[in-house]
């Protein structure tokens, strides 16, 4: 039922005079006539101004001055420093101890902001907006002319027939702030304490009673969007999107930069950082900068440089799936790191080791790169990456509904092609001699001959561990005689065949892209035996006692590895104790 609003008549006026209100125009007044009017306590009301049903025992409006606002029921606000103008404010909604909450007639409350995110002249910007998966986010930055020449238009219509709210939502908290300018709040969103919010919404998708969307104290936060994330003790932040499950705390600051779901970043900072899922940071010190990462995790003192003094900071790279960086790391881009693959020291020379996965890579005191390729894949602790990432969703558990596709596999079809790939590269490099100084040299990298045989036997295990885990239930799928294998991209976490991202750059509406990268996700398995049944030959396609025998192998080195980490863990306890 529409609830009736009343001007307060003469004696309803002379209550709220009496407890220290005043109007510029009662007539533009409209109350709840069942209100108990005591509960109005030193209330400015400036131009039209409506307000609900204040019942519950601790509802009431003091110390505030309301201005052309339109208030739901059972509120708490009190306390305010200036104002709350052109408000839409929910029912049960506490705004106290507050400067001001504003709204500009058609605020856009961060939506359509542009996010210089990689190379960070503005020319692969990010449109943002609730409900951009990464997936989508990461073909605007790596397509810019698609972006420019196609898709903005599609998004320009997307965003102007949806609704997006703007206002404070129903059961939201807005506790201890500054000033709140242009900044809509979602339904049972906390901000507490922020410094200052300009320009951007925090947005609630979660179940009710589930709420993970969080704004916290010293927040200094302009032309953002937070869904279903967290900005907490003293983040700066500036044309950011911080997606669901992700947080940034304990004074991180960030620009022109997006996190994805479940990211973890503190202490540093971060430059036109495109933050796939589950990519972490938490040491002071450490710049990331100008780059593509997901599952990455940056040591302490990681650093970056995309500027050389020449043509601005042109220059950005890419840290595929996995990556890791040593503390005191540095890397100069452009770069492409390879899956899974340790950086340690000083890099210089523009690596691109994607052709060598699950490597070290060694800075020298000139800036070189040296690889020993494969090494991590004798790391027990590869395998308990795989498996802690979905236990930490924090998606999962408010009951969301996930934005970003993410597939977890460590082997999969684009690590397996890469060591395969790997694999013809390193026996061309053992057909040749060795340089002078007994190093092997591959697109600007250096490799040992040792390295490269014991990577051989590494990549050739992981092989034949991948095939074991995708065929000893089903068998190995039957190859079609005309299949061509397909080409695999990684889409910030989403694994996909080329031939998908051709569709969604073709596709005509933002519901379409997202329709092909939820197939890929849902095909995922399938499309998997399919590239398997096409891309290996009668070589790798083994007896399966054969199969399973290397793939023990490849257990069995991990087993070896854990085993002596935890000796070697406990001669250090045994050494340290009292």
């Given at each position: 039922?529409?609830?009736?609003?009343?001007?307060?008549?003469?004696?309803?006026?002379?209550?709220?005079?009496?407890?220290?209100?005043?109007?510029?125009?009662?007539?533009?007044?409209?109350?709840?006539?069942?209100?108990?009017?005591?509960?109005?306590?030193?209330?400015?009301?400036?131009?039209?101004?409506?307000?609900?049903?204040?019942?519950?025992?601790?509802?009431?409006?003091?110390?505030?001055?309301?201005?052309?606002?339109?208030?739901?029921?059972?509120?708490?606000?009190?306390?305010?420093?200036?104002?709350?103008?052109?408000?839409?404010?929910?029912?049960?909604?506490?705004?106290?101890?507050?400067?001001?909450?504003?709204?500009?007639?058609?605020?856009?409350?961060?939506?359509?902001?542009?996010?210089?995110?990689?190379?960070?002249?503005?020319?692969?910007?990010?449109?943002?907006?609730?409900?951009?998966?990464?997936?989508?986010?990461?073909?605007?930055?790596?397509?810019?002319?698609?972006?420019?020449?196609?898709?903005?238009?599609?998004?320009?219509?997307?965003?102007?027939?949806?609704?997006?709210?703007?206002?404070?939502?129903?059961?939201?908290?807005?506790?201890?702030?500054?000033?709140?300018?242009?900044?809509?709040?979602?339904?049972?969103?906390?901000?507490?304490?922020?410094?200052?919010?300009?320009?951007?919404?925090?947005?609630?998708?979660?179940?009710?009673?589930?709420?993970?969307?969080?704004?916290?104290?010293?927040?200094?936060?302009?032309?953002?969007?937070?869904?279903?994330?967290?900005?907490?003790?003293?983040?700066?932040?500036?044309?950011?999107?911080?997606?669901?499950?992700?947080?940034?705390?304990?004074?991180?600051?960030?620009?022109?930069?997006?996190?994805?779901?479940?990211?973890?970043?503190?202490?540093?900072?971060?430059?036109?950082?495109?933050?796939?899922?589950?990519?972490?940071?938490?040491?002071?010190?450490?710049?990331?900068?100008?780059?593509?990462t997901s599952f990455m995790n940056a040591g302490s003192g990681t650093n970056q440089s995309n500027h050389m003094y020449k043509l601005g900071p042109v220059h950005w790279g890419i840290l595929e799936r996995g990556v890791k960086?040593?503390?005191?790391?540095?890397?100069m881009l452009g770069a492409k790191i390879g899956a899974f693959s340790l950086l340690m020291g000083q890099h210089k020379t523009h690596p691109d080791s994607s052709q060598f996965p699950f490597s070290y890579l060694f800075g020298?005191?000139?800036?070189?790169?040296?690889?020993?390729?494969?090494?991590?894949?004798?790391?027990?602790?590869?395998?308990?990456?795989?498996?802690?990432?979905?236990?930490?969703?924090?998606?999962?558990?408010?009951?969301?509904?996930?934005?970003?596709?993410?597939?977890?596999?460590?082997?999969?079809?684009?690590?397996?092609?890469?060591?395969?790939?790997?694999?013809?590269?390193?026996?061309?490099?053992?057909?040749?001699?060795?340089?002078?100084?007994?190093?092997?040299?591959?697109?600007?990298?250096?490799?040992?001959?040792?390295?490269?045989?014991?990577?051989?036997?590494?990549?050739?295990?992981?092989?034949?561990?991948?095939?074991?885990?995708?065929?000893?239930?089903?068998?190995?799928?039957?190859?079609?005689?005309?299949?061509?294998?397909?080409?695999?991209?990684?889409?910030?976490?989403?694994?996909?065949?080329?031939?998908?991202?051709?569709?969604?750059?073709?596709?005509?509406?933002?519901?379409?892209?997202?329709?092909?990268?939820?197939?890929?996700?849902?095909?995922?398995?399938?499309?998997?035996?399919?590239?398997?049944?096409?891309?290996?030959?009668?070589?790798?396609?083994?007896?399966?006692?054969?199969?399973?025998?290397?793939?023990?192998?490849?257990?069995?080195?991990?087993?070896?590895?854990?085993?002596?980490?935890?000796?070697?863990?406990?001669?250090?306890?045994?050494?340290?104790?009292?």
């Amino acid at each position: 039922m529409e609830t009736t609003y009343i001007n307060p008549g003469q004696r309803e006026i002379e209550i709220l005079e009496s407890n220290g209100c005043r109007a510029s125009d009662w007539k533009l007044v409209h109350l709840n006539p069942h209100t108990d009017f005591q509960r109005f306590r030193n209330v400015t009301f400036e131009g039209e101004n409506s307000v609900g049903f204040l019942s519950a025992d601790d509802s009431l409006i003091e110390n505030a001055v309301l201005k052309n606002c339109n208030v739901g029921d059972d509120v708490r606000i009190r306390n305010i420093g200036r104002a709350v103008i052109n408000c839409r404010i929910g029912r049960g909604v506490r705004i106290e101890n507050t400067a001001s909450v504003e709204f500009e007639p058609g605020a856009q409350c961060g939506i359509g902001v542009e996010v210089g995110v990689l190379d960070e002249t503005g020319s692969r910007s990010v449109t943002i907006f609730p409900g951009m998966t990464a997936q989508l986010a990461l073909l605007m930055a790596r397509e810019p002319r698609w972006h420019e020449n196609h898709f903005r238009n599609i998004l320009s219509e997307y965003l102007d027939s949806r609704h997006f709210f703007v206002g404070i939502g129903e059961g939201a908290r807005i506790v201890d702030c500054g000033s709140l300018f242009n900044v809509s709040v979602g339904n049972e969103v906390t901000v507490k304490g922020a410094r200052m919010l300009k320009n951007g919404s925090i947005v609630n998708n979660a179940a009710p009673g589930r709420c993970l969307a969080f704004v916290g104290a010293g927040v200094d936060a302009e032309n953002f969007i937070v869904e279903d994330g967290i900005l907490d003790s003293g983040c700066i932040v500036r044309n950011c999107f911080i997606g669901q499950g992700a947080s940034l705390e304990k004074g991180f600051s960030a620009h022109d930069s997006l996190f994805f779901a479940n990211c973890s970043f503190e202490n540093g900072e971060a430059c036109a950082v495109f933050a796939g899922p589950y990519s972490v940071s938490m040491h002071k010190s450490t710049l990331i900068i100008g780059c593509q990462t997901s599952f990455m995790n940056a040591g302490s003192g990681t650093n970056q440089s995309n500027h050389m003094y020449k043509l601005g900071p042109v220059h950005w790279g890419i840290l595929e799936r996995g990556v890791k960086t040593s503390s005191g790391s540095y890397l100069m881009l452009g770069a492409k790191i390879g899956a899974f693959s340790l950086l340690m020291g000083q890099h210089k020379t523009h690596p691109d080791s994607s052709q060598f996965p699950f490597s070290y890579l060694f800075g020298d005191d000139r800036g070189a790169t040296v690889v020993v390729p494969g090494v991590m894949l004798r790391s027990c602790g590869l395998m308990r990456d795989e498996q802690k990432w979905p236990a930490r969703d924090r998606r999962v558990k408010r009951k969301l509904p996930l934005h970003d596709r993410v597939i977890f596999d460590v082997l999969n079809p684009l690590t397996v092609e890469a060591m395969l790939t790997a694999l013809d590269v390193i026996n061309d490099l053992l057909s040749r001699p060795a340089d002078d100084d007994r190093y092997l040299r591959y697109r600007g990298m250096r490799f040992t001959r040792a390295s490269l045989e014991r990577a051989r036997h590494l990549y050739t295990l992981a092989i034949y561990k991948y095939l074991w885990l995708r065929t000893s239930e089903h068998g190995f799928p039957v190859r079609e005689s005309d299949a061509e294998p397909a080409e695999w991209v990684d889409m910030a976490g989403l694994i996909i065949p080329r031939s998908y991202l051709n569709r969604a750059l073709a596709e005509e509406s933002v519901e379409g892209i997202r329709d092909i990268f939820d197939a890929a996700f849902r095909h995922y398995p399938n499309l998997e035996r399919a590239w398997i049944a096409s891309r290996f030959s009668d070589d790798w396609n083994k007896p399966a006692e054969v199969i399973s025998a290397y793939a023990a192998d490849f257990d069995h080195m991990i087993e070896d590895d854990r085993k002596r980490y935890l000796d070697e863990l406990a001669a250090q306890n045994d050494m340290l104790r009292l």
